[in-house]
């Protein structure tokens, strides 16, 4: 209990310089994508702003990975789309409060350990694939709006202003660590290249032609929907999608921030974080979320390390809402571009693309398949299931062709089967292959010393074998089978040849109660 009361490690040692600067800066990179996921999920812009700050708070102070961010995200907008438009936005809050209680549930039952059933040509796929919609949802700030209301590329001095203050942004943001790390050079670049909008009186694209941001503190709102089975039918289905979503994200994501800062997160923790965050989000008038990648990677770019940077990034967009809006929406969206190109640019795994010659074949097609999903269909989670399923298929055929047996006769006419590899459903077919069973003598020794049975279909495989020695006369012995592979054996007091000193102890995964 004292583990999770102890939200902040004072032994820790903080730089609040760098956590506070790192704040600021990922406050203002959460307001245009906060505003955009919103509109994408069809509510306004303040639903997701208001999302942000509660997700991004709560988190923070409960989350099992300082340092990381949470926020409206596009994968959570992509499954309440659909409730939004057909029924509201207040089913979406009511949605949003059920997942957040799943999200729970799959913390307190400890499921956040799956996690490690993902293999890493999944999480690379995933980045990949997260990498590059972030740079094609980049494109779509070079458009603007035509006479006729519809949507143009830049031409002509717009498009060379808005092409040349976000190559600013991007150098400054490459090369100023190189000079100092003094201060974030994400807030400096964005910085500069607002001061050479306002000095220069460039008129470009500003947060404020996105959407105003102008607002107050996040509304108290239970969600007014009737409590009936009709209800249930309409949010229960998106509440447990949006629940997995959120999960595989947030914890993919702990997973490479462990990885760059080489320390551990707890993942039931965050889920359970990320639950309760959803569920004061639902209250609080927000959409919901769930962790983000690319401010994630911002913040430990800067120097993050704590939660200082993710409460103080929460506070300052609350205080950005309410009393800087007139400010931030002068915020020329070329310096916010520059700065997600560059996430872009270092969310993806350049090491996957040098490996590839490396990578065994099945790897390379997994990796290549969770990213090709996950920029088309912009799914995440159906991505990773996708990959997952994938892997574990390669994996059982692969495995399947492990198993062999080694056969000789002795000296006294016996033949002897000597299996090694692992048995289970997919090596079934070519343990069968091995015997031949109308040529063998009279009496045969199968031997699994080396093999181990897996699962129930390994288990109908030697009661077969066993049934088609039975049926030629033959006396078929079974060694070193577990207590439990005997039990399941039909004919086992009739054939098997039991050493009780050798056999082994380990258990059997079956169907039966």
Not at 151 to 170: A, D, K, N, P, S
Not at 177 to 186: G, R, Y
Not at 212 to 228: A, K, L, R
Not at 433 to 450: C, G, I, S
Request: aromatic share 8%; proline share 4%; glycine share 8%.
């Amino acid at each position: 209990m004292k583990r999770y009361l102890n939200l902040f490690d004072f032994s820790q040692k903080v730089d609040y310089k760098t956590e506070i600067l790192a704040g600021l800066t990922v406050a203002l990179a959460l307001i245009p994508e906060a505003v955009a996921f919103a509109l994408i999920a069809g509510l306004s812009p303040l639903t997701g702003l208001y999302a942000a700050f509660v997700m991004g708070l709560v988190t923070a102070i409960l989350g099992g990975r300082p340092g990381m961010i949470s926020g409206a995200t596009g994968a959570v907008a992509v499954v309440i789309v659909g409730t939004a438009l057909m029924h509201g936005p207040e089913y979406v809050f009511a949605t949003v409060i059920l997942a957040g209680i799943i999200q729970i549930l799959a913390g307190v039952f400890r499921l956040g350990k799956l996690m490690r059933l993902v293999p890493h040509p999944v999480i690379f796929g995933f980045v990949n694939g997260l990498a590059v919609i972030i740079f094609m949802s980049q494109l779509g700030q070079f458009k603007v709006l035509n006479d006729a209301g519809e949507q143009v590329w830049m031409e002509g001095t717009q498009l060379y202003y808005m092409l040349g203050l976000v190559l600013i942004t991007m150098l400054i943001i490459w090369g100023l660590p190189k000079l100092t790390k003094v201060v974030p050079a994400t807030l400096v670049a964005v910085l500069v290249t607002f001061g050479i909008v306002l000095l220069a009186g460039i008129d470009t694209k500003t947060v404020g032609d996105v959407a105003s941001i102008q607002g107050g503190f996040p509304p108290f709102h239970i969600p007014m929907v009737p409590i009936n089975f009709e209800t249930l039918r309409i949010i229960v289905p998106p509440a447990i999608i949006m629940a997995g979503v959120g999960l595989i994200e947030s914890l993919l994501t702990l997973n490479i921030i462990d990885e760059i800062t080489e320390t551990r997160g707890r993942s039931n923790k965050e889920c359970v974080a990320q639950g309760s965050a959803n569920i004061l989000s639902g209250v609080f008038s927000g959409m919901g979320g769930c962790a983000m990648l690319g401010q994630s990677l911002i913040n430990v770019s800067s120097g993050a390390r704590a939660r200082l940077s993710g409460i103080t990034a929460a506070i300052m967009l609350l205080v950005f809402v309410m009393f800087g809006a007139g400010l931030i929406e002068k915020v020329p969206m070329a310096a916010l571009t520059g700065l997600m190109i560059m996430v872009a640019i270092g969310t993806f795994e350049w090491a996957s693309l040098k490996t590839l010659n490396k990578m065994p074949k099945s790897d390379i097609m997994v990796m290549v398949l969770v990213t090709v999903v996950t920029v088309i269909l912009h799914n995440l989670a159906l991505a990773v299931l996708v990959g997952v399923i994938i892997a574990a298929l390669v994996f059982a055929w692969d495995n399947a062709k492990r198993i062999r047996a080694r056969k000789h006769v002795d000296e006294d006419g016996i033949k002897h089967y000597e299996i090694y590899g692992p048995l289970f459903f997919g090596s079934t077919t070519m343990f069968n292959d091995k015997f031949d069973v109308l040529n063998d003598p009279e009496e045969v020794v199968v031997d699994f010393r080396e093999s181990r049975i897996v699962d129930m279909s390994a288990i109908e495989a030697v009661n077969k074998l066993t049934e088609r020695y039975k049926k030629q006369g033959k006396k078929l012995h079974l060694r070193h089978l577990s207590t439990d592979c005997r039990k399941l054996l039909s004919d086992a007091d009739a054939i098997i040849d039991v050493n009780i000193l050798e056999d082994p102890t380990y258990k059997v995964v079956t169907d039966k109660f």
